[in-house]
């Protein structure tokens, strides 16, 4: 089975920008590509969604090539509240079109 | 507006039993998604409902089972459980007729202990 993958931790700073790549390369054909925040002990939260090219709302970009094989999740200026888990969430072709979710990025952003 | 709810919150069962987890989805979602969580595997999808009906389900034994009623609630059983069965369950539900096309809203999930 294709497997949806993201990097397993990244550090930041307070005010950077923070960019997180995964990649889906079975991705099904008409299915979105969604993002979740998850912090401990709660149900992962909606960050942004989107299909092919740029989406970006009040909290985050998502970048999303021609091929829609990866996105990238950006977030602006993170503060201290951001350290939090970050997952992928798109339609696995292989898995006959289940969602499949990211293994998760463990973002933690210091002082 | 109510958030997804999920009871209860947490449970402790022992190996061969078994158990029914409930969910609630926001007022007027009719699609139902669960997940189970657990440090080895991550997020796994279980299955998705929408108006009663099982519509997708992920790769998990039999054991696993589901059903949504007519109000939206839904919810999942798991027979003769296993030591590998404790995990975080999480419910979801969306306002669309297809999850990976709508934000999909979580419950805080209910903690399952398998001793």
């Known amino acids: 089975l294709a497997k949806t993958t993201q990097p397993i931790s990244m550090d930041s700073y307070e005010g950077q920008e923070v960019n997180i790549t995964c990649s889906h390369n079975n991705i099904a054909t008409n299915d979105y590509i969604t993002w979740y925040q998850q912090f401990p002990s709660q149900g992962p939260r909606f960050i942004i969604q989107g299909y092919k090219t740029k989406v970006t709302n009040e909290v985050a970009s998502l970048f999303i090539p021609a091929d829609r094989k990866s996105s990238t999740l950006s977030l602006p200026r993170v503060s201290l509240s951001d350290t939090a888990v970050y997952y992928c969430l798109v339609g696995d072709k292989a898995a006959g079109n289940k969602l499949t979710f990211g293994g998760g990025t463990r973002v933690l952003v210091k002082p | 507006k109510a958030g997804v709810t999920q009871t209860p919150r947490y449970l402790i069962k022992t190996r061969g039993q078994q158990v029914t987890l409930s969910c609630s989805p926001i007022?007027?979602?009719?699609?139902v998604s669960w997940y189970q969580q657990t440090p080895g595997q991550g997020l796994q999808f279980l299955f998705e409902?929408?108006?009663?009906?099982?519509?997708n389900k992920g790769n998990f034994p039999g054991r696993f089972s589901g059903r949504q009623f007519s109000n939206s609630r839904s919810e999942m059983n798991v027979s003769t459980l296993e030591l590998g069965d404790s995990a975080l369950y999480l419910c979801?539900?969306?306002?669309?007729?297809?999850?990976?096309?709508?934000?999909?809203?979580f419950g805080p999930g209910t903690r399952l202990t398998v001793l």
């Open positions: 007022s007027g979602h009719r699609s």
């Open positions: 979801a539900s969306s306002s669309g007729t297809t999850p990976s096309y709508n934000e999909q809203f």
């Open positions: 409902y929408f108006s009663e009906t099982q519509r």
